[in-house]
Structures are given as structure tokens and as C-alpha cells.
């Protein structure tokens, strides 16, 4: 089992900057994918980006490119996802996922055994 821990949420103003942190514990090791999910209301739930453990390639929505970047912390069992350049579609609950292998490129939730809690991020306009 996997135990995964959100940390960072919380509102910001449109055009800001939010890092969300999410905590590993358990039986982790090198092959596992991790990374983030989000859910707005009325929405499904979106893949945001992924990081593989082992070789740090990473994947990233189309919605996010350019604005979120990803990394993980070997040392700290971390991984940190960094938002800039905020909006107002960016709201939602925000889930720290992982999986067992070593391609970040799957975006479906299915794949994904592990789920954090969620924290909530709010973009005020």
C-alpha cells in the first residue's frame, strides 16, 4: 500500500502562483509514476501531469503546458507540482495520484491505484 498526502492548497488571485506538495509513504519504490489529478464542480476529473520515480520524464495536459512543472524529491519521497499563471479554470480539488511502472503519459484515472485526499485550490478573478 501506498499513502499519499496533499499539501498546499488554498486560494490565490487570478494571474498568481500556487505549489501544491504531495507526500509518499509506504511500500514506494523507483518504479512508480506520480502525479496530479483535479476535479472542478460538475466536472470529471482531469489528468493534470505525471512524473516517473525512476527516470524523472515528465507529461503534462495541453491545459497546463507552459504553466505547471512537476518534480519530485528523491530524498523527502516528495513530489511538488509548481502553478504559475493561474485562472479561474484552474479551480478544482487537487489529487496526488501514483501507479506502479514507469511511463507518466497515462492519463487516465483508471491506471492510477493510488489516491491522495485532495486539497482544494481557489483562483479568485
Known amino acids: 500500500q501506498v499513502q499519499l498526502v496533499e499539501s498546499g492548497g488554498g486560494l490565490v488571485q487570478a494571474g498568481g502562483s500556487l505549489r501544491l506538495s504531495c507526500a509518499a509513504s509506504g511500500r514506494t519504490s523507483s518504479n512508480y509514476v506520480m502525479g496530479w489529478f483535479r476535479q472542478a464542480p460538475g466536472k470529471e476529473r482531469e489528468f493534470v501531469t505525471a512524473i516517473s520515480w525512476s527516470s524523472g520524464s515528465t507529461y503534462f495536459a495541453d491545459s497546463v503546458k507552459g504553466r505547471f512543472t512537476i518534480s519530485r524529491d528523491n530524498a523527502k519521497n516528495m513530489v511538488n507540482l509548481q502553478m504559475n499563471s493561474l485562472n479561474s479554470e484552474d479551480t478544482a480539488v487537487y489529487y496526488c495520484?501514483?501507479?506502479?511502472?514507469?511511463?507518466?503519459?497515462?492519463?487516465?484515472?483508471?491506471?492510477?491505484?493510488?489516491w491522495g485526499q485532495g486539497t482544494q485550490v481557489t483562483i479568485s478573478s
Open positions: 495520484v501514483a501507479r506502479r511502472g514507469s511511463d507518466p503519459t497515462y492519463s487516465f484515472a483508471s491506471f492510477y491505484e493510488y
